[in-house]
């Protein structure tokens, strides 16, 4: 017999070696309760990892993640064992510094935290996205986009390649180039928290780092940023 939420075993009436059975179920508790992940992006077993050490199992898992996608992977006395978790299991992402949320079929996803949501599937989502960009030419658009609807705190920057071929470079949209930040550092280490209003926003929009300086042209650097705003997910039934 098993309890029926954490699937921990019972100690039956007149068992021997009961120490067994509590040690088991011992072994759950410390596995499960209070969870904190390494990572949940390891596709294939870290090597020599620490006992005790937990993994989310990603899609398209190798060697003995393999078909446990999904799965919490708790590694004990050299052997991986693997629990399957519940509706509403909440883990803290050590590698993001984020936690996620299971919902019964999926983990949500990087950069999304779900401050409440309702039985019809509504939600109110706290999101940021980030995306590294290399520098070329008078702008680069990022992949990432601001979603329609979303109401925007704000766009981070940081320097993580020195950037060549201008004197600074700013942060914005089109048509607002430096709504997020302008005349932003080119050297390594160089950052800016962009805050803004907040606004809400009604289309989907790409950012822009454009290019400042006599050339107005990028001719290298690498450059991340963020996005981090407010989205509301309407009910789904």
């Not at 990572?39 to 989310?56: I, V």
């Not at 299991?89 to 510094?97: H, K, L, S």
């Not at 606004?199 to 929009?205: E, M």
Request: glycine share 12%; net charge negative; aromatic share 8%.
């Amino acid at each position: 017999m098993t309890t029926p939420n954490l699937n921990l075993p019972e100690i039956a009436a007149s068992q021997s070696q009961k120490h067994i059975t509590h040690n088991e179920a011992l072994a759950v508790l410390d596995a499960v309760v209070n969870l904190s992940v390494v990572s949940r992006g390891k596709a294939s077993p870290p090597q020599g990892p620490a006992n005790g050490a937990r993994y989310l199992v990603p899609a398209q898992s190798t060697g003995d993640f393999a078909g446990h996608e999904g799965k919490l992977a708790s590694f004990r006395d050299g052997a991986w064992v693997f629990f399957s978790p519940g509706t509403g299991w909440r883990a803290y992402i050590e590698d993001e510094g984020a936690f996620a949320v299971f919902n019964g079929t999926d983990w949500t996803p990087p950069g999304v935290s779900v401050v409440s949501a309702t039985p019809s599937g509504a939600q109110s989502q706290i999101v940021t996205a980030e995306e590294l960009l290399t520098l070329n030419g008078a702008s680069v658009q990022s992949t990432i986009q601001i979603p329609n609807r979303a109401i925007v705190f704000g766009v981070s920057t940081r320097t993580v390649e020195a950037v060549t071929g201008v004197w600074q470079y700013h942060c914005g949209i089109n048509g607002e180039p430096e709504k997020f930040g302008g005349y932003l550092g080119t050297a390594p280490g160089s950052s800016n928290a962009g805050v803004i209003g907040p606004q809400a926003f009604y289309n989907d929009t790409p950012l822009l780092i454009s290019a400042h300086g006599d050339t107005g042209a990028f001719t290298g650097g690498k450059v991340r940023i963020a996005a981090h705003y407010f989205l509301p997910v309407v009910p789904q039934a």
